[in-house]
Nanobody
Framework: QVQLVESGGGSVQAGGSLRLSCVASGGRFSISTVAWFRQAPGKEREFVAAMSWNGGMRFYADSVEGRFTISRDNAKNTVYLQMNSLDPEDTAVYSC?????????????????WGQGTQVTVSS
């Protein structure tokens, strides 16, 4: 069983930055695919970014490409999401997730473990 705990959310003005962290405990985090998803009120959960176990593959949603960066520190069992040039459209609850393979990395139903989420609010 893997437990994921996110932190780093908050309120920021448009154009600002935040860095989210997700710490994993249990399981084999170092060989897992990790991803960030987000869900805004009244909307479906949306893929944000994913990273393979060794960092060799990283993919981003078009809406965040060039502004967000996913990274991981396997020694600390932690995945990060650096978010720059934030826009009010980025307001959502951000959740990290992990699974054992890379297949379907952008599909939330493919993930086995989820954190509780952290709120990000961007004001104009």
């Amino acid at each position: 069983q893997v437990q994921l705990v996110e932190s780093g959310g908050g309120s920021v003005q448009a154009g600002g930055s935040l860095r989210l962290s997700c710490v994993a405990s249990g399981g084999r985090f170092s060989i897992s695919t990790v991803a960030w998803f987000r869900q805004a009120p009244g909307k479906e959960r949306e893929f944000v970014a994913a990273m393979s176990w060794n960092g060799g593959m990283r993919f981003y949603a078009d809406s965040v490409e060039g502004r967000f960066t996913i990274s991981r520190d396997n020694a600390k069992n932690t995945v990060y999401l650096q978010m720059n040039s934030l826009d009010p459209e980025d307001t959502a609850v951000y959740s990290c997730a992990t699974k054992s393979d890379w297949y379907g990395y952008a599909r939330p139903e493919r993930y086995d473990y989820w954190g509780q989420g952290t709120q990000v609010t961007v004001s104009s």
